[in-house]
Each structure stands twice: as C-alpha cells, then as structure tokens.
C-alpha cells in the first residue's frame, strides 16, 4: 500500500509539472521526492513521468496512478467528515430514554464522559416509568436509545448491546454484614430489609428465592424506587437487594457495598441498550459505543 507522503509528492509534482517547485510547496528537499519517486517507479517497472528540459510529463502509467492517487484523497477527505461526526466535533443532538434506577447512577457517568468528549452535541435524558413506554419512544424515534432491564423487543427494535446483573445483598460499610464476602439468604432476614415492592421486575425474583429458601421476610420498608432502598440502606442501615448496575455510583464512592447471595446467583437482571432496527445516527452510534463500555466494567 503507498505511503500518504509520497502519494502527496507524486500529486504536487503532477501539479506543479516540477519536482523542484513541488519540494518548495511542500517545504522539502528536492532531492528527497526525487529519491521517493524513483524508488516507485524502479517497484512498478515502469517511469511515471517524462523528464523534459523544463517539464514534467505524466506518462500513460503515471496518468492511472495519479488518477488512483486523487481518488484516495477524496475517499479520505471524505472519512475524516465522517469521523468528525462520530467524534461529535460537530452540532447534533441525542436522546436517551431511561429507567428510573438507572438515573443517578450508570446515566450520570455516562453523559459526564460523552460531554467531555463531544461537547457541541445536546444530550436529552428521557427518564420513563417502565419498559413499554421506553420501547415505544425507540419505536416512534422520540428516543435514538433506550435503556432499561429486561425488554421484550417487538420486531421494529433491536438489543445493541446487553450485560447481566446478578442480584445480591446491599448495605452500607457499616453494617454488620459488610464484611463478608457471600450470604446466604437466611443471614439476611436477621436485620431491617428494604424490598422492593410488587410492581417491580425485582421483586418476583425475590419472592421466587425466598419461597424456596422457607423463610418469610418481613421488610420494614417496600417500595418501587430504587433511590429509596439505596438511601434507605445508606442512611438506616437496612439491607436491601440490588444489583450492581443500581448502586454503581455508590460502590465506586465507597458508600455501599455489594454482596453475593447464594440462593441469588441464578437470579439475573438483564441491562439493555437498545435502538431502532433501522439504525441510529452517527453521533447515537458514539454514544452508543460508550454505554457499551460502562456496562461492561460494572456487570
């Protein structure tokens, strides 16, 4: 493959119909392009141009590779337009539909590091109260993203890319419980229990585990937002159950902890970023790309 440089020497000297005033153009040596040149045409085995007096003449095979050579630049003219879009170095703009979980904790991080790295691009975070809606601002293209647990994906949409999260215990550093490692479910119900309450996609996991387990729970607080089992579990020492995608902000700030659940390995949540079927726009693509990278450090 040739060499950026000396397909830029090969094109100035086809201009300027002269090595001597390419090299001025360029701000090289003469005799540096005329070695470059040389050395190319001994590799094809053919000259590339007539040296005349005062004149140099593309020959027959000089005239192809400079039509080869122009053909390149604007190819790469044209890449590096679109590289700028994904970059976000232009003005755009890209919405996100999200689960309330997920709001003060993965989405925070995320739009902090996508500004840094695109700051003309508007972000909008769309936070939903559940699954269809979110679906259905994909589909209606209200939304260029969507992310939430568990979707089941009507035809129109497609999953870009999907962590799991297992479900275990969540306290604060200073429980009696934060020291261990793993639990058994049994170890749980000995303290105040924050749960979340039927309407929730966590909660028939729970019951599911604690029937199996024989043992009734008794929680002090039920409820159907996340923010207030992480406070709860911060704040009055109460045990919740979460994975770690809920609590992400948290475990990187040292204020919760994350511990395995025997009885809970099997019981996954699935993290979904999900788009259109019929694609996204350059700068979704980019912004798609570092969620991607989010979810995969904290699964």
């Known amino acids: ?27 090289i040596s003469a005799s540096a392009i005329n070695r470059q040149i040389l050395a190319l045409e001994d590799e094809l085995g053919t000259p590339l141009f007539q040296r005349l007096p005062r004149k140099m003449v593309l020959t027959a095979a000089g005239e192809v590779l400079i039509h080869h050579v122009r053909q390149t630049f604007k190819e790469l003219e044209w890449a590096q337009v679109k590289i700028e ?24 991080r995320m739009a902090s590091e996508f500004r840094r790295a695109n700051p003309r691009v508007k972000l909008t975070l769309r936070q939903l109260t559940s699954g269809d809606d979110i679906m259905s601002a994909v589909e ?45 479910i049994s170890d749980c119900i000995a303290y105040p229990i924050v749960i979340a309450d039927k309407t929730t996609v966590i909660r028939p996991y729970l019951n599911d585990v604690f029937a199996k387990a024989l043992v009734t729970a008794h929680p002090v607080i039920e409820t ?27 475990l990187r ?17 699935k993290l979904m970023l999900i788009g259109h079927d019929r694609g996204t726009s350059a700068i979704g693509s980019v912004l798609a790309e570092t969620v991607k990278g989010m979810m995969t450090q904290t699964a």
């Open 253 to 269: 700030a040292g204020r919760l902890m994350y511990i395995p659940v025997r009885e809970l390995g099997q019981q996954t949540q």
């Open 1 to 27: 493959m040739l060499q950026h440089r000396l397909l830029m020497y090969l094109d100035q000297v086809a201009r300027a119909g002269s090595i001597r005033k390419a090299a001025a153009r360029l701000h």
């Open 85 to 108: 879009e994904l970059k976000g170095l232009r003005r755009g703009e890209v919405t996100v539909a999200m689960m309330s979980g997920l709001a003060a904790n993965l989405i925070p």
């Open 140 to 184: 209606s293209g209200e939304a260029d993203l969507g992310l939430g647990f568990d979707f089941v994906l009507p035809p129109t949409l497609r999953v870009l890319s999907s962590a799991v999260g297992r479900l275990g215990a969540v306290v604060a550093p200073g429980h009696p419980l934060a020291d261990k490692t793993s639990l058994r």
């Open 224 to 250: 159907n937002s996340i923010e207030v089992m992480r406070h709860a579990a911060m704040e009055d020492q109460g045990l919740t159950f979460l994975t770690p995608f809920d609590i992400e902000f948290d």
